[in-house]
């Protein structure tokens, strides 16, 4: 195989859109893995979150997976810590007073939990689709500056229709790395996390040339991921920004992009 290392983001890209992986893909992912290949999962949920999700891939023992947008690598089999990347909390902190000045509900990630005002319905379906709940803390930049752990990600809820004027009045925060991760998601996180880097790290890791890894995406915070792997590979429901910075562009999540390129990459057709 030319490609020793796989990292793939998960909703959008592993998972369809019915909340499943589908058999065809988890199959491809273990003759991927069964040829000598290392498989992970790169994703802005938390660990708390993904951890619960990864068995629906058929992988087992130990793999990477990167979490809050690369901020944090833990061991999938122990739960383990490996590399933890906090977003300074100063940055932390005006992320989450902007966007409570916008009237938008925010909240913030540590290690273990997401904090959050309140459960309403401006973010209860998130909290479904991630099956956890928050924290519940009232005015987040107040919890975030007196938070007793570091904070790793913070987040708004937006409407998609004012994407591009929310993103503009979020970015310019000294130390942050902030971007679109939804069509209703606007996140940060530390300036020396993110995806990219998260592939760079674990690849040092395994001790596996960058130039051999491949890396699945869809979303905007996928694009420094696919940037810096070897195979950039944008799904076919991907955002334009993905597909332009992807070296192929695969079918979509609903219809197994995922495994047909893991299945040319164990043949050596890719």
Known sequence: MHYDLVLSDFDGTLLRWDDTVSPR?????????????????????????????LGEVGLCGNFPVMSCQG???????????????????????????????????AQFYTADEIYAPEVNESNEEYFRINRMMP????????????AAQPILK??????????????????????????????????AVS??????NGLRLTCERFG?????????????????????AGLGVAMGNAVPAAKRSADIVTEDCDCDGVAIVLEKIVRGEL
């Open 208 to 228: 596996i040339d960058l130039r051999r890894s491949a890396a699945f995406g869809d979303e905007l915070n996928d694009v420094e991921m696919l940037e810096a």
């Open 154 to 187: 913070v987040l708004c809820i937006i409407d998609p229709a004012d994407r591009e004027r929310i993103l503009r009045q979020m970015e310019g925060i000294a130390g942050a790395k902030v971007f679109a991760s939804h069509a209703m998601l606007i996140e």
């Open 25 to 53: 893909t988890v199959k491809a992912i273990g003759d991927f893995v069964a040829a000598g290949g290392v498989f992970g999962i790169s994703t802005g949920r938390s660990y708390a979150s993904i951890v619960q999700r």
């Open 135 to 146: 924290v519940t803390v009232g005015k987040v930049s107040v919890a975030a500056a007196i």
């Open 191 to 196: 300036a020396e996390a993110g995806k990219g």
């Open 71 to 105: 901020a944090l690598s833990r061991d999938s089999k122990s739960g383990k810590t490996i590399a933890e990347i906090p977003l300074e909390r100063a940055a932390a902190v005006e992320f989450l007073r902007r966007a409570e000045d916008l009237g938008l509900m």
